[in-house]
Nanobody, 124 residues
Framework: QVQLVESGGGLTQAGGSLRLSCAAS????????ISWFRQVPGLDREFVGS????????FYEDSVKGRFIISRDNAKNMVYLQMNSLKPEDTAHYYC?????????????????WGQGTQVTVSS
């Protein structure tokens, strides 16, 4: 069992930065791939990016590539999403999620654990 809690969301202007945190509790956190998703009301949850269990590999959706960076600190059971050069279209509720395998990363239904999310709002 893994519990995930996101924090760090808020309101910022276009071009600004925010860092989201995903705090994990439970056993074997380092055994899980952690991904970030985001969701706007009325739309499906959208994949943002993923990081492998030891942090050796990351993968990003094209619209955030070069602007967002995912990192993790397994000693602290933490995953981070550094968001730079934010755009109004990045406004969404952001979630972290955990799954045991590096496969079908875009498929939200494949994830075993989810946090409650944190809201990010980017004004123009």
């Amino acid at each position: 069992q893994v519990q995930l809690v996101e924090s760090g969301g808020g309101l910022t202007q276009a071009g600004g930065s925010l860092r989201l945190s995903c705090a994990a509790s439970g056993r074997s956190f380092s055994a899980y791939v952690i991904s970030w998703f985001r969701q706007v009301p009325g739309l499906d949850r959208e994949f943002v990016g993923s990081i492998r269990q030891r942090g050796q590999t990351t993968f990003y959706e094209d619209s955030v590539k070069g602007r967002f960076i995912i990192s993790r600190d397994n000693a602290k059971n933490m995953v981070y999403l550094q968001m730079n050069s934010l755009k109004p279209e990045d406004t969404a509720h952001y979630y972290c999620a955990a799954r045991p395998t590096w496969h079908a990363l875009y498929d939200a239904s494949e994830y075993e654990y989810w946090g409650q999310g944190t809201q990010v709002t980017v004004s123009s």
